[in-house]
């Protein structure tokens, strides 16, 4: 994992938050609900609305791969991307071994090794 690009670790957390689609509003909104756990409802409605338009500049209602790339790369707070490469946003129902798995799929400079 420590040899692939921080570009690579990006697409890899953007395929493995949502199995490789699209974010959705309601993906996003999980994610937020994931990264602010004890703020209220009409916070993580707003938080939501406003990463949505960050991310796609009001474009669309999905967050693409290529938003979320670009949206990361322009981002003045370094700890957003820090925490995400430290994978503090994958959903915490994989487990270890899934996370591997899931990852060494999309980052291509690491492979785990699979039981056969």
């Avoid at 309601?26 to 916070?43: A, C, F, I, M």
């Avoid at 670009?70 to 946003?89: G, P, S």
Wanted: charged content about 30%; overall charge negative; glycine content about 2%.
């Amino acid at each position: 994992m420590e040899n692939a690009s921080e570009d690579e670790k990006l697409r890899a957390i953007f395929k493995l938050y949502n199995d490789g689609q699209d974010w959705d509003y309601g993906t996003l909104r999980k994610l937020v609900q994931s990264v602010y756990p004890r703020e209220n409802d009409d916070v993580i409605k707003s938080t939501t609305d406003t990463l949505l338009s960050q991310f796609t500049y009001g474009n669309h209602d999905y967050v693409t791969e290529m938003d979320f790339m670009r949206f990361m790369r322009n981002f003045d707070d370094k700890t957003l991307i820090e925490n995400c490469l430290a994978y503090k946003i994958i959903p915490p129902y994989l487990s270890n071994q899934q996370r591997e798995e899931t990852l060494s799929d999309y980052l291509p400079t690491v492979r785990s090794p699979r039981k056969r």
